[in-house]
């Protein structure tokens, strides 16, 4: 299961990190990075409606989490290949879970405004490889 979820870090990060405002921004405003993002885009009644709807397709990475569990829970039991084609349905579902989780935020992206996608795209970017290390690590 190592392997798998080493194959999977990168795109669960995209979905998980990259759907949600900065953590540092939240954690010094004392609230939930997507409560924190939220607050700033300064939705209007219109727009509320698409954020429910993203925010329920972002929190999936964590719905899936059981899911991820249960899988490697059976791995010890079965085969290679039957690990092999367990691998390949958990990576299909991942693939689902990731299009679904576009499509909404898609949608509400298209509902905002030019300035507050600018706020969207600055506080949803993920942190640059490295930022907040010294010099030389």
């Known amino acids: 299961m190592r392997g798998f979820t080493l194959a999977l870090a990168p795109a669960l990060a995209l979905c998980a990190g990259g759907l949600v405002a900065a ?12 409560s924190a993002l939220q607050q700033s885009l300064h939705l209007n ?7 429910k709807v993203y925010r329920q397709q ?8 059981g899911r991820r569990q249960a ?3 059976m791995l010890p039991k079965l085969t290679a290949p ?24 898609k949608t509400f992206y298209a509902t905002l405004s030019p300035e507050q996608q600018r ?7 993920p942190p640059a490889q490295g ?7």
């Open 45 to 51: 009644a219109q727009q509320e409606a698409a954020w």
């Open 58 to 65: 972002a929190g999936a990475p964590q719905q899936a989490q």
């Open 131 to 137: 930022q907040g290390q010294a010099p030389g690590q």
């Open 82 to 105: 039957q690990r092999m084609d367990l691998i390949e349905a958990e990576m299909r579902q991942e693939m689902v879970d990731l299009q679904k989780q576009s499509q909404a935020l």
């Open 71 to 73: 899988a490697a829970k």
């Open 23 to 34: 953590p540092a921004l939240a954690q010094e405003i004392g609230m939930s990075p997507l």
């Open 119 to 125: 706020t969207f795209d600055k506080q949803t970017l």
